[in-house]
């Protein structure tokens, strides 16, 4: 049972190109979450999904774009890379009614 | 976005002493959650508060609810080396948003 898994683990990419992240769950949570880590700022909300087909931007979305056409499945597609989206990005769900959100391990990301 | 001031930034104790720390804002929190991070993983949830003034306990850690409902505590108790890592607060502003803290650093000094 694994819970929230994402993939790739690692990935370097250059400038300009376009990237997707996979993130994928096994709860059948409700709520997904896109976050990007960076020194000094914390957690930041790319985007989230209330449910299959429904997505909303968060604080930060510019230059990313999400679909959820599965409940378990919430990719995150960088249409063409640019070097400040380096960063560890996290996905997360939680279910409906629920407040507790649990991540996935994270993805590094690296854009030359 | 809204702006969760955590502290420290950063503490270096001893084991067996406790620890403190806190997140404050600005603005007025529904829900406040703590967690921690391992180097190289995801955060992990510790602790869910709800309501205001609420006090809650995870084994050695216990987390408040400030009655303003604009700042949370987390106070770790005779901590031991697996507890270093990075706590974050997070509050939850509006439906669904969370807004995190930028983290305190734990460094436990056998």
């Known amino acids: 049972d694994a819970g929230i898994t994402q993939s790739p683990r690692y990935k370097i990419t250059e400038t300009g190109r376009q990237v997707t992240l996979m993130c994928h769950q096994t709860w059948s949570h409700s709520y997904m979450f896109w976050y990007r880590q960076d020194l000094g700022h914390g957690l930041r909300l790319i985007y989230y999904?209330?449910?299959?087909?429904?997505?909303d931007k968060g604080e930060v979305p510019d230059g990313y774009v999400v679909s959820r056409s599965k409940t378990e499945n919430f990719p995150l597609t960088l249409e063409s890379a640019t070097r400040s989206q380096t960063s560890v990005y996290f996905c997360?769900?939680?279910?409906?009614?629920?407040?507790?959100?649990?991540f996935g391990p994270g993805t590094r990301l690296t854009v030359t | 976005g809204q702006q969760l001031n955590q502290s420290p930034q950063s503490m270096f104790i001893q084991e067996g002493e406790d620890v403190s720390m806190n997140c404050t804002s600005s603005s007025i929190f529904n829900t406040w959650l703590w967690y921690k991070q391992d180097p190289g993983e995801g955060p992990v949830l510790l602790i869910a508060?709800?309501?205001?003034?609420e006090l809650t306990s995870n084994g050695r850690l216990t987390a408040q609810f400030g009655i303003t409902r604009k700042d949370s505590f987390l106070n770790i108790s005779a901590s031991i080396p697996s507890d270093v890592g990075i706590y974050f607060c997070?509050?939850?502003?509006?439906?669904?948003?969370?807004?995190f803290g930028t983290g305190t650093s734990l460094t436990v000094i056998p």
């Open positions: 508060l709800y309501k205001a003034g």
């Open positions: 999904s209330a449910a299959a087909d429904i997505t």
């Open positions: 997360a769900s939680n279910g409906q009614g629920a407040y507790e959100q649990y």
């Open positions: 997070a509050g939850l502003f509006g439906g669904n948003q969370f807004y």
